[in-house]
Structures are given as C-alpha cells and as structure tokens.
C-alpha cells in the first residue's frame, strides 16, 4: 500500500505563490503518473495538474494554466506543485494521487489508486 504525504500549504494573499510537495512512501518509478486535485466544500474533486513518471507529460486544467508548474523528482519519489499568482477561489485543500497503469482518465479521480489526505491551502483577498 503507497502512502502520500502531502506538505507546503498555508494562508497566502491573493497573488502570491505556493509550492506543494507531494511525497511517496515508496518507490514510485513504476508507477504510471501523479495528479494533483482540489477539493472545496461542497464541491466534487477538480483536476488540477498531472505528471507521468516515465516521459514526463503534463496536463493541466485550463484555469491554471501558464500559473501552476508540475514536476517530480524520481530519486525523492516526490511531485511538487509549483502555484503562482493564486486566486481567492482556488482556496481548497489540494490532494496528490497516483495512478498504477496507463489507459486510464488521467483527468478523472476515479482513475486514481492511492490518495493522500490532503494539505489546505487558503487565499485572502
């Protein structure tokens, strides 16, 4: 059972930057690729970003495009989530997941075989 461990949250300003981590209890170089989504109260998971560990493609949502950077460190069995010029509204808890095998959604939650717990990250305006 992969464990995720995620770090790096907090209370910004609007406008100001944060960066997730997203750490592995194992290796993770077989595994399939990594997301990160965000849960508001109320509201279903949305997709954020995502990462494949062998060739390193990434997606991201629409909204932060340009804004956000994914990337992932192999050896540290890490992803991180680099969050610029945050909104107000993408307050949320952001949550990593991991996907074993390919041919699946990667957009979807569904898709996803392990789960962190989630680390809150708050925007005031």
């Known amino acids: 059972q992969v464990q995720l461990v995620e770090s790096g949250g907090g209370l910004v300003q609007a406008g100001a930057s944060l960066r997730l981590s997203c750490a592995a209890s194992e290796r993770t170089v077989n595994m399939f690729g990594m997301c990160w989504f965000l849960q508001s109260l109320g509201k279903e998971r949305g997709f954020v970003a995502y990462?494949?560990?062998?060739?390193?493609?990434?997606f991201y949502a629409d909204s932060v495009k340009g804004r956000f950077t994914i990337s992932r460190d192999n050896a540290k069995n890490t992803v991180y989530l680099q969050m610029n010029s945050l909104k107000a509204e993408e307050a949320a808890i952001y949550c990593c997941a991991l996907v074993k095998r390919g041919g699946v959604g990667v957009y979807s939650a569904r898709s996803y075989d392990y789960w962190g717990q989630g680390t809150r990250v708050a925007v005031s305006s």
């Open positions: 990462i494949s560990y062998n060739n390193g493609v990434t």
